[in-house]
């Protein structure tokens, strides 16, 4: 993934059958930021955009961590 705006290293923490499906749950262990892009949101069968991201410094992504935790 090389292209990908952000990577994650996650530890699965949960696995839900949903009919024929399973939806996996993680815990973040890792996070890298790439070049800051226009993130995209696969939706109906196609993908669109949501507008520029911006690069986050790693203290906002802490403080962001810790007020949901």
């Given at each position: 993934?090389s ?8 530890r ?16 973040i262990?890792?996070?890298s ?18 507008g520029?991201?911006e ?12 007020r949901?935790t």
């Amino acid at each position: 993934m090389s292209q990908a705006l952000v990577s994650l290293d996650c530890r699965i923490k949960h696995e839900l059958l949903y009919g024929t499906h399973y939806m996996f749950v993680g815990e973040i262990e890792a996070l890298s930021q790439n070049a800051p892009g226009k993130p995209l949101v696969y939706n109906a069968r196609t993908y669109q955009p949501l507008g520029n991201s911006e690069a986050l410094s790693l203290e906002e992504v802490e403080y962001s961590r810790e007020r949901h935790t």
